[in-house]
């Protein structure tokens, strides 16, 4: 499964996943991973749950981010959620048709290994793509 909460800059999407992350590092058996850029969220973020400073690492678009995510998952297949934070920030490319191939793939992916994304989308929700609208 994947779901996006998508709306303008500064409407609480961050917050929203912060609690959506806490709420399932409480409740869920697997393990829990959160991706975001920067370490603002280092004390947002409960210590149950793998906190993720992309900056740390070679991600530069969205195709070394579908990588990542993969990486992360073999590394791990405990893993039952993933969380990202501002995907436009995260993949370094902030056109939606873009988003939409990774989005497709990380849908594919999901159904194959059975763990669930929340990604976090700084834009209009009426700006959606159809392939984001499916998600929303």
């Known amino acids: 499964m994947v779901k996006l909460i998508m709306a303008v800059t500064g409407s609480g999407k961050t917050k929203n996943i912060i609690d959506l992350v806490n709420e399932a590092a409480a409740q869920e ?3 829990i991973v959160c991706i975001a ?3 603002k969220l280092n004390f947002d973020i409960s210590h149950k749950a793998r906190l993720i400073n992309v900056q ?3 991600v530069s678009d969205y195709a070394s981010l579908l990588g990542f995510v993969a990486g992360i998952h073999a590394g791990n297949y405990d893993i039952t959620k993933i969380f990202i934070d501002s995907l436009y920030k995260v993949a370094r490319d902030d056109k ?5 191939q990774f989005i497709l793939a990380l ?3 999901s159904s194959k290994h059975n763990v669930d994304f929340t990604i976090a989308v700084s834009a ?3 700006s959606a793509s159809d392939v984001m609208k499916k998600y929303l």
Request: aromatic letters at 10%.
């Open 29 to 31: 058996p697997g393990s």
């Open 37 to 39: 850029k920067g370490t």
């Open 56 to 58: 740390d690492y070679a």
């Open 96 to 100: 939606p048709e873009d988003a939409d």
């Open 107 to 109: 849908d594919e992916f």
């Open 124 to 126: 209009e929700a009426e």
